[in-house]
């Protein structure tokens, strides 16, 4: 796993240059904004159980009938199965933020899991809207933390970057 300033240094040290003004204002960048980036990461830390539960009950209230019958969250065990999928988006996302760089979300995540939903017929169109949920709770709750929402751009960035992996490839996303 990388960080947005390995990865920087990689890139440079694989050119033989060193770092120019752009890589070093990348650099400033990213530190500038480590506080907030921990902040959320301790949010997450702290309060993972209930930023799932609030997601998720958001979804559910938006698509009552994924827990009827034939829903993809009806029986324990799928109900079950959509948590655990929701708190390990949540997991990766907390460290895509600290890091600052989002490949470890393909590399770990996106990359085969298109293929495992499409194999086990789970539509990714309500697993894209649970994770857009989760980002929304954690900056709702960074700004109740009183954190300007203007600040927060970079805390759905991993959010995004999900929803958005995982949207490109699903056709019956509604």
């Not at 993972?48 to 009806?74: C, K, N």
């Not at 655990?84 to 907390?94: G, N, V």
């Not at 590399?107 to 086990?120: A, I, M, P, Q």
């Not at 709750?141 to 991993?158: E, F, S, T």
Request: with cysteine; glycine share 6%.
């Amino acid at each position: 796993m990388r960080d947005a300033i390995t990865g920087l240094i990689g890139r440079y040290d694989q050119l033989g240059r060193y770092l120019d003004p752009s890589a070093i204002a990348t650099i400033e960048g990213y530190l500038s904004e480590s506080a907030l980036r921990i902040q959320a990461v301790e949010l997450i830390n702290c309060e993972a159980t209930e930023i799932v539960r609030e997601a998720s009950q958001r979804l559910f209230v938006d698509d009552p009938e994924l827990l009827l019958p034939g829903g993809m969250a009806y029986t324990t065990r799928r109900l079950a199965a959509c948590l655990r999928d929701m708190d390990y988006f949540l997991r990766y996302a907390s460290y895509a933020l600290v890091s600052g760089d989002s490949s470890i979300l393909n590399e770990r995540v996106l990359n085969g899991l298109d293929d495992t939903y499409k194999s086990l017929s789970v539509p990714t169109g309500p697993t894209v809207r649970s994770i857009v949920l989760l980002g929304d709770v954690v900056v709702e709750r960074l700004v109740a933390a009183g954190i300007p929402q203007d600040r927060l751009a970079l805390v759905k960035q991993p959010f995004e970057h999900l929803a958005n992996g995982l949207a490109i490839s699903d056709v019956r996303q509604r």
